[in-house]
């Protein structure tokens, strides 16, 4: 009757478990992971410092950890935020935090499922993202679903001795539901 909202062929979208925080902290000793991931100053992580991870989601948020259908195991996240209800816009981020299963178009996966959800049953009209524009895979994955490139904050990032563009992608309700059908 409806299209599957939070499952695709090898992936589903979950709420956070209080025993994924050591997962994640895990993640967080991948500096190149963390490089990719945010243009924040990067440093290890405990699993208490991941708090209450059921309570990451907001009236303005939605925020689920990205699981395969078929060992259950956690391998990233998706998140919508800064959604402005009035503007029915929203801003997502997305990490494959298993570094085994970078490269297998689980991205992509959770990406159409995230979009699904802001476009079918949040009723959003456009969801944007900013990128590093070193992450070159990240990029590739984006423009395949459909983001299309709107403007760079050049030399807004200082990593690693250099300066690096932040690039800003958007995709609207139209141009992802037109690539959708077959």
């Given at each position: 009757?409806?299209?599957?909202?939070?499952?695709?062929?090898?992936?589903?979208?979950?709420?956070?478990?209080?025993?994924?925080?050591?997962?994640?902290?895990?993640?967080?000793?991948?500096?190149?992971?963390?490089?990719?991931?945010?243009?924040?100053?990067?440093?290890?992580?405990?699993?208490?410092?991941?708090?209450?991870?059921?309570?990451?989601?907001?009236?303005?948020?939605?925020?689920?950890?990205?699981?395969?259908?078929?060992?259950?195991?956690?391998?990233?996240?998706?998140?919508?935020?800064?959604?402005?209800?009035?503007?029915?816009?929203?801003?997502?981020?997305?990490?494959?935090?298993?570094?085994?299963?970078?490269?297998?178009?689980?991205?992509?996966?959770?990406?159409?499922?995230?979009?699904?959800?802001?476009?079918?049953?949040l009723g959003l009209y456009r969801v944007g993202l900013t990128v590093l524009d070193y992450n070159i895979a990240a990029?590739?994955?984006?423009?395949?679903?459909?983001?299309?490139?709107?403007?760079?904050?050049?030399?807004?990032?200082?990593?690693?001795?250099?300066?690096?563009?932040?690039?800003?992608?958007?995709?609207?309700?139209?141009?992802?539901?037109?690539?959708?059908?077959?």
């Open positions: 009757m409806f299209p599957s909202l939070f499952t695709s062929a090898r992936l589903r979208l979950a709420a956070p478990r209080p025993d994924d925080a050591d997962i994640l902290a895990q993640w967080t000793q991948d500096a190149d992971y963390l490089r990719l991931l945010d243009d924040d100053p990067i440093a290890p992580q405990s699993p208490a410092s991941f708090g209450n991870l059921g309570a990451n989601s907001d009236a303005n948020s939605a925020y689920f950890h990205v699981r395969t259908l078929d060992t259950d195991r956690l391998i990233g996240f998706v998140v919508l935020f800064n959604i402005k209800w009035r503007n029915q816009t929203g801003e997502m981020a997305i990490g494959i935090g298993d570094a085994a299963q970078r490269g297998q178009g689980y991205g992509r996966e959770a990406l159409d499922l995230l979009l699904g959800y802001a476009f079918h049953e990029i590739r994955v984006y423009e395949r679903v459909g983001f299309v490139r709107e403007g760079v904050q050049r030399g807004a990032v200082w990593r690693a001795g250099a300066r690096h563009d932040l690039i800003a992608y958007g995709i609207l309700r139209d141009e992802w539901l037109a690539r959708q059908t077959p």
